[in-house]
Nanobody, 128 residues
Framework: QVQLVESGGGLVQAGGSLRLSCAAS????????LGWLRQAPGKEREFVAA????????FYAESVEGRSTLSKDNTKRTVYLQMNHLKPRDSAVYYC?????????????????????WGQGTQVTVSS
């Protein structure tokens, strides 16, 4: 079992930045991917970005690529999603999730069904 706790959300002006954090605790899996997915009101959950922990490989949705960066702290078992140039369309609840799959590609890790553990989410609101 693994627990995931997101933090770093908040209210920002369009064009601003946020750094979301996802801290993992509990069982330490040898190989896994950690993904960020978001859900805006009335919309389905949408893939944002993912990172394979063991390799550090990162994957980004086109909607955020170029203005978002994933990083990780192995000691803290934490993944960070730095989001810059935020837009109102980025407003959503952002969830981190762990996939125990061995996939190492964006298409696979972009599938919601590939994730096994989920955090409670952190709200991001971008005002215009």
């Amino acid at each position: 079992q693994v627990q995931l706790v997101e933090s770093g959300g908040g209210l920002v002006q369009a064009g601003g930045s946020l750094r979301l954090s996802c801290a993992a605790s509990g069982r330490a899996f040898t190989r896994y991917a950690l993904g960020w997915l978001r859900q805006a009101p009335g919309k389905e959950r949408e893939f944002v970005a993912a990172l394979r922990w063991e390799s550090g490989n990162t994957f980004y949705a086109e909607s955020v690529e170029g203005r978002s960066t994933l990083s990780k702290d192995n000691t803290k078992r934490t993944v960070y999603l730095q989001m810059n140039h935020l837009k109102p369309r980025d407003s959503a609840v952002y969830y981190c999730a762990v996939s125990l799959s061995t996939f190492n590609d964006k298409v696979s890790l972009g599938r919601e069904r590939e994730y096994d553990y989920w955090g409670q989410g952190t709200q991001v609101t971008v005002s215009s």
